[in-house]
């Protein structure tokens, strides 16, 4: 049974940092780069920030509008398995199915759709960064 403060909610990558436990010659720069592309198996450490919010509900009608099945199914995932990542592979895929929404301004959804496609554009110029969706529950992250 959903509460009514069930939430979808989205972050996406602020900063990336080296955890300073980690040994890393000072003077290899290739290295950190390295590092930085295999992720914290290293000791790479994710910053995220909240970047969109959407309560359960409203989000269940928001992705129910998109026409395409498979932005459908990936979107309905946070929901089936409580959490998603979404990176610069999914721009395409997405793009195309939120952008009807973000041109009818009589659609409920486009402020959420405009902020999709604000989160998408900010990847396609940086693919380093991804969005992270989980669902919330009334009782924490589920």
Same mark, same amino acid.
């Given at each position: +049974?959903?509460?009514?403060?069930?939430?979808?909610?989205?972050?996406?990558? @602020?900063?990336?940092?080296?955890? *300073? /436990?980690?040994? +890393?010659?000072?003077?290899? &720069?290739?290295?950190? !780069? !390295? *590092?930085?592309?295999?992720?914290?198996?290293?000791?790479?450490?994710?910053?995220? @920030?909240?970047?969109? %919010?959407? #309560?359960?509900?409203?989000?269940?009608?928001?992705?129910? &509008?998109?026409?395409?099945?498979?932005?459908? @199914?990936? +979107?309905?995932?946070?929901?089936?398995? /409580?959490?998603?990542?979404?990176? *610069? =592979?999914?721009?395409?895929?997405?793009?195309?199915?939120? =952008? #009807?929404?973000?041109?009818?301004?009589?659609?409920?959804?486009? @402020?959420? *759709?405009?902020?999709? +496609?604000?989160?998408?554009?900010?990847?396609?110029?940086?693919?380093?960064? !991804?969005?992270?969706? %989980?669902?919330?529950?009334?009782? /924490?992250?589920?």
């Amino acid at each position: +049974m959903a509460d009514i403060s069930d939430e979808i909610v989205f972050w996406t990558l @602020r900063q990336k940092f080296v955890d *300073s /436990g980690t040994a +890393m010659p000072e003077k290899s &720069s290739q290295v950190m !780069y !390295y *590092s930085l592309a295999i992720g914290h198996h290293v000791g790479v450490i994710d910053c995220l @920030r909240v970047a969109l %919010r959407c #309560p359960l509900a409203e989000y269940h009608q928001w992705i129910a &509008s998109l026409e395409d099945e498979q932005a459908q @199914r990936k +979107m309905q995932g946070v929901v089936t398995f /409580g959490e998603i990542i979404i990176d *610069s =592979t999914h721009i395409s895929l997405l793009a195309k199915a939120f =952008t #009807p929404l973000t041109k009818n301004a009589e659609s409920p959804w486009k @402020r959420l *759709s405009d902020q999709m +496609m604000k989160l998408l554009d900010d990847i396609a110029h940086e693919p380093a960064i !991804y969005l992270l969706a %989980r669902k919330i529950t009334g009782s /924490g992250i589920r």
